[in-house]
């Protein structure tokens, strides 16, 4: 199992760090991970003037996943476009063909106060939301700003071929067998074409999967459901730009950014892990990020290529261990808890595991 460990820039190698130790204590354990190191991100710019180095792209290519840190930093902020630590990332998974993005949401009961949301809407809650991630408007061509009757004009476009939707389609029905056989495709269909295509083509792909309950949303509404009664949800399915936005609204529901993994995938379950989470400059190098977040996706790592499943249960449980145990990083400690740094917390996961 080769795995391309990419940490990145700010509090990404504090994190990274953590998570490696998690891989070191299973291949004690007897499984075979082979581990290999590269640059990506802000990191890779101030070695080489390239956020995706070709060493980097080659060792992606050849890897079996991939575990990322996260990108990113406010001293690249005046570089031009192609240059800036973010490319690096939309280029590694453009390049790689991970379409699939999964974020599960899920609230431990011991963080429930951390969240905004009353406890009875969010206690046990435990969704998954698949994003497109290689299509849509952030993609779709034409797109600038141009000079039009003497004022400035800036055009995106909205655009999906029903190859790209079968495919999410697709992922997102056996993902929903795997769980509660739920899903929800959120759309704007009511307004937009390519919505339309995407709920006629979601509607197909679901004859294959009759044992799945499928139901359809507006992207609007799906907004306002997310915060009023999130655990209606299981599985939801939407495009890159819906879900880009959606994913962000659900996480907050959990009240802790530093606590939810993120996988990216291919049509071969090649993947891409990380947590949600940016580089978060202003803790860096200070030992209290929360390296939960990046643990919690090798276990989706193990989960969804490598088809672990007893070993990705084994560590999410060493995760609940720990918060049962009372210890936090200060991002979600609470009065009464005893707070720890991130190495420290590295310590308890493995105590547990
Ligand atoms: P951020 O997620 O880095 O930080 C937002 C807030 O959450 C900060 O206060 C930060 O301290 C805190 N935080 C984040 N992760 C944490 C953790 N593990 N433990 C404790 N606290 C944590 O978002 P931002 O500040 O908007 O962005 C910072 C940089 O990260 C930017 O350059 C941005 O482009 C980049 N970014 C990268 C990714 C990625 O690599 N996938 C995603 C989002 C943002």
């Known amino acids: 199992m080769k795995i391309a460990v990419l940490p990145g820039d700010g509090i990404g190698p504090e994190i990274v760090a953590q998570a490696v130790r ?27 003037g390239n956020p995706f180095p070709e060493e980097t792209r080659k060792l992606a290519i050849e890897a079996d996943a991939l575990l990322l840190g996260a990108v990113g930093g406010s001293q690249y902020d005046e570089l031009p476009r192609e240059k800036r630590p973010e490319r690096g990332l939309l280029s590694i998974r453009k390049d790689l063909n991970l379409f699939a993005n999964l ?16 406890p009875e809407v969010i206690s046990g809650l435990d969704i998954l939301i ?34 790209e939707i079968y495919r999410i389609a697709h992922v997102a029905f056996r993902v929903a067998r795997k769980r509660n056989k739920k899903l929800c495709s959120v759309d704007k269909m009511n307004v937009l074409e390519c919505s339309q295509l995407w709920r006629d083509v979601v509607i197909e792909v679901s004859q294959e999967y009759r044992d799945v309950e499928l139901s359809h949303m507006l992207v609007d509404n799906a907004a306002m459901q997310l915060v009023l009664e999130p655990k209606q949800f299981d599985v ?42 940016g580089s978060a400059p202003d803790i860096a190098g200070k030992n209290i990020a ?18 672990h499943e007893e070993a990705a249960v084994r560590i999410e449980n060493s995760v609940k261990k720990v918060l049962a145990q009372n210890y936090r990083t200060r991002d ?13 917390m590295g310590d308890a996961v493995l105590k547990n595991l």
């Open 22 to 48: 998690v891989l070191e204590v299973l291949t004690s354990d007897g499984m075979k991970f082979e581990l290999e190191t590269a640059l990506l991100g802000g990191c890779a710019v101030d070695a080489t």
């Open 130 to 163: 698949i994003r497109e991630l290689t299509g849509d408007i952030y993609f779709g061509e034409p797109r600038g700003i141009k000079l039009h009757d003497d004022q400035r004009l800036g055009f995106n476009t909205m655009i999906y071929s029903e190859a």
């Open 290 to 307: 929360n390296p939960l977040a990046t643990i919690l996706s090798v276990a989706m790592m193990l989960r969804y290529t490598f088809n």
């Open 236 to 277: 939801i399915v939407t495009g890159n730009m819906f879900g880009d936005i959606l994913s962000d609204e659900a996480s907050m529901l959990t009240g802790s950014i530093g606590m939810l993994p993120s996988a990216s995938l291919d049509d071969k379950n090649k993947g891409l892990y990380e947590p949600i989470h």
């Open 103 to 118: 974020r599960p949401v899920m609230l431990y009961s011991e963080l429930e106060d951390a969240s905004t949301l009353k």
């Open 332 to 344: 979600i400690c609470e009065p009464g808890m005893k707070e720890i740094g991130t190495a420290e």
